[in-house]
C-alpha cells in the first residue's frame, strides 16, 4: 500500500478496507489492494471514472513490471545478455 503515500490516502484506504468496499493482502514486502465485490464497478461511478482515467497509467506500470521481472530472470542466468539487452533495447 506504498502506493498511497499521504496520510490523507492511507486513512481513506483504510476506511474503504474496514466497510469491505476493498481487500488487502500482503505477500512479503508486496501489498495489494483489490475491489471486494465486481458490482463495485458499475455502481461506483467515480470508481469507473478513476479506472478509466488510470488504464494508461496502471498497463504502463504492469509492463514496467513484468519487463523488470523478466530482465532480472534473465540476469540470473546469463549475466553478460542481460546487460546487453539492457544497454541495447530487447526491440
Known amino acids: ?3 498511497f503515500a499521504g496520510a490523507a490516502e492511507q486513512e481513506l484506504l483504510q476506511h ?12 512479503g514486502t508486496e501489498a495489494t489492494v483489490e ?8 455502481s461506483w ?3 469507473r ?3 478509466e482515467g488510470g488504464k494508461q497509467v496502471i498497463f504502463v506500470r504492469n ?6 521481472r523478466r530482465w532480472e ?9 542481460a546487460d546487453e539487452e539492457l544497454l541495447g533495447g530487447s526491440g
Open 73 to 81: 530472470q534473465r540476469q540470473q542466468n546469463d549475466r553478460v545478455a
Open 45 to 47: 461511478q467515480r470508481l
Open 49 to 51: 471514472n478513476w479506472i
Open 16 to 27: 474503504l478496507i474496514n466497510q469491505k468496499l476493498l481487500v488487502s493482502s500482503r505477500e
Open 35 to 42: 475491489v471486494a465485490h465486481e458490482a463495485l464497478f458499475t
Open 1 to 3: 500500500m506504498s502506493g
Open 63 to 68: 509492463r514496467l513490471a513484468d519487463d523488470a
